[in-house]
């Protein structure tokens, strides 16, 4: 895999704090300090001018505090929160932050949260076309970490949506495949008759749906949720598929 690098900014109101992670930073040869900040407006003012791949946010801030800054970054921008307020992180991964440290941590613990960043990055700048579905409708070409992969439609067994990327799951392989693109893109692409959006964030294929259980679909021990909004199209297909008493 081509090398990633990373820019990042340190945004903390506490000097030591800062410090702490900028060592932490020189450590870790993917990463390039940009800025050093003591509070989310100074960041702010930086990033209207500098782009910045990643942020090490604290959250308790005065002003402006890293949950509220976080949701008015730019859309490339991402963030792994630091803080010692631990009943923030469920609200940190609201805002789709990639990681949560608790204060104090250490470089472990910090590499553990950069090397996410690191998977990411790889995969949104590693892609410049996400995928090209072929006109017999029987495989995909997908780009991921770089390469080009023939995936056979009839070995798929979900596609799962994660905002910017897709997890693709397959029949016989633990681990999903990764591709940068957008869910409602790759619906209108697919053949219809075998697949169907069921979730904002699925789309299953319906030869693999082994049982319904009152609003869950479950595919290789995977439990999915029918959502209210795809649930009469969903239905449709069971009655018309179903043997009538």
């Known amino acids: ?9 340190i945004v903390d109101d506490e000097p030591m704090a800062v410090n702490l992670v900028e060592s932490y930073v020189e450590k870790t040869p993917y990463l390039t300090l940009k800025k050093k900040c003591n509070s989310a407006i100074e960041a702010m003012q930086f990033l209207n001018t500098e782009k910045v791949d990643l942020l090490f946010l604290d959250i308790q ?13 730019p859309k490339h921008s991402r963030v792994i929160f630091t803080t010692a307020f631990d009943q923030y992180a469920l609200e940190g991964f609201k805002v789709e932050a990639l990681d949560y440290l608790l204060k104090p941590f250490d470089y472990a613990e910090f590499l553990t949260a950069a090397n996410k960043a690191l998977e990411w990055f790889s995969l949104v700048k590693g892609n410049t076309q996400s995928s090209v579905v072929s006109e017999e409708k029987e ?5 991921s970490e770089y390469k080009q992969l023939r995936i056979k439609l009839a070995d798929v067994l979900y596609f799962e949506g994660l905002k910017d990327y897709i997890k693709i799951w397959l029949k016989d392989n633990p681990k999903p495949i990764l591709t940068l693109m957008s869910l409602k893109s790759l619906e209108e692409e697919l053949p219809n008759s075998n697949f169907m959006r069921v979730h904002r964030s699925f789309i299953v294929s319906l030869k693999y ?16 949720t029918v959502s209210e909004q795809y649930k009469s199209r969903f239905l449709d ?9």
Request: a negative charge.
């Open 209 to 224: 749906v082994e049982v319904i259980e009152r609003s869950q679909i479950i595919i290789n021990k995977q439990r999915i």
């Open 61 to 73: 801030m005065p002003d402006l505090t890293g949950i509220e800054f976080s949701k008015m970054l």
């Open 1 to 9: 895999m081509e090398s990633v690098q990373i820019t990042c900014m």
């Open 139 to 143: 495989f995909l070409f997908v780009k």
């Open 237 to 245: 297909y069971i009655n018309d598929n179903s043997l009538n008493s």
